[in-house]
Every structure is written in structure tokens, then in C-alpha cells.
């Protein structure tokens, strides 16, 4: 059996935020908590872009910033997200502003911008089977969903089951390496040929005819009257440039009203040189041996440099910093290109778990025997659209599933939340209360079928089906080598403990 256990990032220093030394702030749907903890100085001014994760004040990359001093709390957009209430968790928001050491900050300026709107074409579910992700094809463009991702206007089950969409979507993404996207958001909304939104590299030009292509569409412009925006001009409509377009489109060809610079641009320089910012990397971090520098990658169109004085958070090793991960960076602009990071932390999900929550305290869940702790950058979503927020999450009723990093803090291992999904309607099957999922690192097995331990939780297993690999091979693998084990498990509760019905090694995607 050829198998290949997956490379995880898994965070095994103390977490960042101690059980209970955070509150939640119950603003309308969100769900960020605020930061418990004594007030601090200026810790940095300039802009901070990542995925909204509440409200009440606007939440993005972990801190609080307040609207207060925002006129009548305007986004500058001119997609329709013209003011604070129409922001989504999961929308990836640009804040001009200050924030400090108390995990608070105060907003100047609040700025969105659609990565993609218009049809979809198609709708792919994870071919492996394991329901990890679905692909949408929007415009010649593929948009990966995840479970990270929100989702309005439909359900992320929904799109698992290949149903297609008829409407038009609304899409807020980070454009990967290869020129595919991660969407943080995506929304069905209703068709509206003369609102197109299309992002991507140009594949073809002719400027004698004013058109070039992206993906799978023509656009054509009028010199005379487009508007180029952030300095570009027609010359700059080249093979392999990104670019966004918006107008209005007939069949596969848009008509262009603007033409920009891609999404990128929500990372460039403010006339302030403090940064923090959530992306994928784009480049995976080089080496490069010189003094105080060892090395640097690439993401968000940015150059990031990493000395002997930057922080990993999240356990992070400098080898793990490939392309493709999620991340989020504090630190400041060398240049218009390069930033040189002060921290560095974890923004992708390597553990989840899903059933009813048992009980809630403080700033923490229990679902399965699993510790779920909230932190300022858990975003709370209800599957219909609904809002919620942590106070109001229901007990002993709904399903929940939760997306996020698996820590550890003294004998305590948990998930630090970053998503946490309600279901629409409660349980119906009394039987279903007491089912439960995680997928998380093996932390102990019995040499011989009895018990494995996973996220906290001690489960049976002498009755387990193990789906993808024989039990021995686990062992031999967690005694023999120093290999990350991530598995899934299906279990339940009962009145002698916790019982697994399956257990799966969880394999590389493209294994």
C-alpha cells in the first residue's frame, strides 16, 4: 500500500491566548474576541489587510478596530460594500489605521475590493473523495472553497454535493502561485451582466484591435473613454500581467468600464511603514546566509525578510514556509516591495472538529471531549447565513464544525478556533447527539488495539475500521519514526467513554 503521511503544520508551543485570558465580543454575527488583557502602547501604524472574523468594531488579523472616527462608517468600494454593516466575516478588508499591544485598534480607513463577481461555469467537489475542498470555475478562473471559507447564499455541503450555481458570485480571494485562487468569501448573488468583476494574468493582447484576454474572456476597451487606474496605461496591458477588470459583458466578452492592478495593490505601502497582513504564500522561504538575514519568500506580491529577531508563532519552522500556506505577518516596509517581518504566525486550519457542543465556559467549547478555545480571529458563521456569536452558540443541540490550529499549553492539548460553523436546524436523531469527527495529530496509540489519543480526547479502538491503512503501520510509524500522524476519526460517546466506528490517515491532496 503506497501511502505517504502528510507534512502538518502543527502547533505544539503554548498558545498565543491562555484559557480565559480573552472575552468575546458578541457584536451582530462576528465573533472575534477581544483581548482581554492590560492596555499597551502603539504597537503599529499603517495598514493591516486580512479576513474580516467580527464585528462590533471591525475585526481583522486579531485586533479590535474601532469605527468610531469613520464618518457614518464608510468602506471605500465601488462594489455596492459601501459602509460597515455590508461587510461579511471572511471578506478580505484593507484598514488604514493603528493598533497596539492590547489587541485593540483604532481604523482611519476601511477599504474593499471584489476579487471576482459574475457566473460560474462549473462546480468541481474534491475529486479524492474526502470533501476537503470544492473548485468553482468563475470566468476562466478556478476559485478553491474551503472549509475555512464562508460561504452566503448557499452551503458549503451544498457545493460538496456538485450542485452548480445559477446566479452570479461574489467572490473576495488571495491569488495562489499558479494563478488559481483561495477564497476567504464567496457569496451568491443575484446575475448582473453590467456589474463583471474578472481578475487574472492576460494571456493574449492586441492592443490595434483595444482587446486582450483572461481565462476564458475577451475584453475590449475604448482608449478614449476607460479608466486605467493606479498609474497603468495601455502599454502596460502585456502578456502575463494581473490585472482586474470590471463593465459589462456580452457572452464571453467584457467590456471593460476600469482597468486596475490585481488585487495585490490592497498590499502596497501606506505613508505609514507598519504592515500586517494575511496572504498565501506565493514563494516558498530561500535561505540566504547573510549577517542577520536568514532568508526570504514571497507573498502578496511582496517580498518578505526574515531575520534572527523575527518571532514563529504556532511552532512554525522556517522550512515550513512553502507556498500555498496561510499566514499572517507583522512587520515594516524596507521599501515599496520589501517588508522585513517582525512575527510570523499560523493562519491555516490542521485540525477541525464536528458534533454538538457539550459545554461552554469563558472563552472555550467542548465538542467530542475536544477543547475548542476562541481567540480575535475565530470568525462564527451560521450554514443558512444567519448571524451568531459566541455567547449565543447553542448547547447540547446543533451541530457545530470548527476549522483551526491544534496547540498546546502545558498537559493541555486544544484547537484554537479559526472558523466555527452552526448547522441551520438542530439535531433530529437523538442517536446523531452523541456522534461526533476530528481530524487532528496522533499524540499516543496502544501498541495493540485499545486506545488512541488525539486533541485531548483518549478514544477506543478495538472495534475501529481503519479505512486506509492497517493499524500496525501506525504504530510502527509513531514508535519508529518522527513522522506527523494526522488522522480522522469518527466516534461517539457512550456510558463507558469515547468508541471510534473509523479511523483514516489523512494523505497529502494529491496523493
Not at 472563552?363 to 450554514?383: H, L, Q
Not at 478556533?417 to 436523531?429: F, G, M, Q, S, Y
Not at 476530528?438 to 501498541?447: A, F, H, V
Request: include cysteine; aromatic fraction near 6%; charge should be negative.
Amino acid at each position: 500500500m503506497k501511502r505517504h503521511i502528510r507534512n502538518r503544520v502543527i502547533g505544539l508551543a503554548a498558545g498565543t491566548v491562555a484559557f480565559g485570558a480573552i472575552s468575546a465580543c458578541g457584536g451582530g454575527g462576528g465573533g472575534g474576541g477581544g483581548l482581554d488583557i492590560a492596555d499597551g502602547g502603539i504597537r503599529g501604524t499603517g495598514s493591516s489587510v486580512g479576513p474580516v472574523s467580527g464585528f462590533g468594531s471591525v475585526f481583522v488579523n486579531g485586533v479590535e478596530f474601532s469605527t468610531d472616527d469613520i464618518p457614518n462608517r464608510e468602506v471605500e468600494s465601488n462594489d455596492g460594500i459601501t459602509a460597515e454593516n455590508l461587510l461579511s466575516e471572511g471578506m478580505i478588508l484593507r484598514v488604514e489605521g493603528e493598533w497596539r499591544d492590547d489587541g485593540t485598534g483604532t481604523a482611519e480607513t476601511l477599504s474593499y475590493d471584489d476579487t471576482l463577481r459574475g457566473p460560474v461555469s462549473q462546480v468541481t467537489p474534491d475529486p479524492s473523495g474526502a470533501g476537503e475542498f470544492v473548485t468553482l470555475a468563475v470566468m476562466g478562473q478556478s476559485v478553491r472553497v474551503d472549509r475555512q471559507t464562508v460561504v452566503r447564499g448557499t452551503t458549503y455541503a451544498t457545493l460538496l454535493g456538485g450542485s452548480q450555481i445559477a446566479d452570479h458570485i461574489r467572490v473576495s480571494a488571495w491569488r495562489q502561485a499558479d494563478g488559481s485562487y483561495r477564497a476567504g468569501f464567496i457569496q451568491v448573488i443575484d446575475p448582473d451582466l453590467t456589474n463583471i468583476e474578472l481578475e487574472g494574468s492576460v494571456l493574449t493582447v492586441d492592443t490595434s484591435l483595444n482587446e486582450f484576454t483572461i481565462g476564458t474572456i475577451t475584453v475590449q476597451y475604448d482608449e478614449n473613454s476607460v479608466s486605467f487606474g493606479s498609474g497603468l496605461t495601455e502599454a502596460n496591458l502585456i502578456k502575463g500581467a494581473a490585472l482586474e477588470v470590471e463593465g459589462t459583458m456580452s457572452g464571453s466578452v467584457l467590456t471593460a468600464a476600469t482597468i486596475d492592478r490585481d488585487d495585490a495593490r490592497r498590499f502596497s505601502r501606506s505613508s505609514a511603514d507598519d504592515i500586517e497582513f494575511t496572504a498565501t504564500i506565493d514563494a516558498s522561504y530561500a535561505p540566504s546566509g547573510a549577517g542577520t538575514l536568514p532568508g526570504e519568500f514571497t507573498m502578496g506580491g511582496l517580498t518578505v525578510r526574515v531575520t534572527d529577531a523575527t518571532e514563529l508563532d504556532d511552532s512554525i519552522t522556517l522550512d515550513e514556509l512553502t507556498e500555498g500556506l496561510l499566514i499572517q505577518v507583522e512587520g515594516q516596509f524596507l521599501s515599496d516591495t520589501v517588508v522585513e517581518a517582525e512575527e510570523i504566525e499560523l493562519r491555516d486550519g490542521n485540525a477541525k472538529v464536528k458534533g454538538v457542543i457539550s459545554f461552554s465556559a469563558d472563552n472555550a467549547f467542548f465538542v467530542g471531549g475536544v477543547e475548542v478555545r476562541i481567540s480575535s480571529t475565530t470568525a462564527f458563521t451560521v450554514e443558512d447565513g444567519s448571524g451568531i456569536s459566541f455567547q449565543t452558540l447553542p448547547i447540547g443541540t446543533t451541530t457545530v464544525e470548527v476549522e483551526g490550529i491544534e496547540k498546546e499549553q502545558g498537559a493541555d492539548v486544544f484547537i484554537e478556533a479559526l472558523k466555527v460553523e452552526v448547522d441551520d436546524d438542530p439535531v433530529d436523531d437523538s442517536e446523531d447527539l452523541n456522534n461526533f469527527e476530528l481530524e487532528g495529530q496522533l499524540r499516543d496509540i496502544s501498541p495493540t488495539p485499545g486506545t488512541v489519543t488525539l486533541l485531548g480526547v483518549q478514544i477506543k479502538d478495538t472495534s475501529a475500521d481503519y479505512d486506509n491503512v492497517l493499524r500496525s503501520e501506525i504504530v510502527d510509524d509513531f514508535f519508529g519514526t518522527d513522522a506527523t500522524i494526522i488522522l480522522e476519526v469518527e466516534y461517539r460517546s457512550t456510558s463507558s467513554g469515547f468508541i471510534a466506528d473509523e479511523i483514516e490517515l489523512e494523505e497529502d491532496d494529491d496523493d
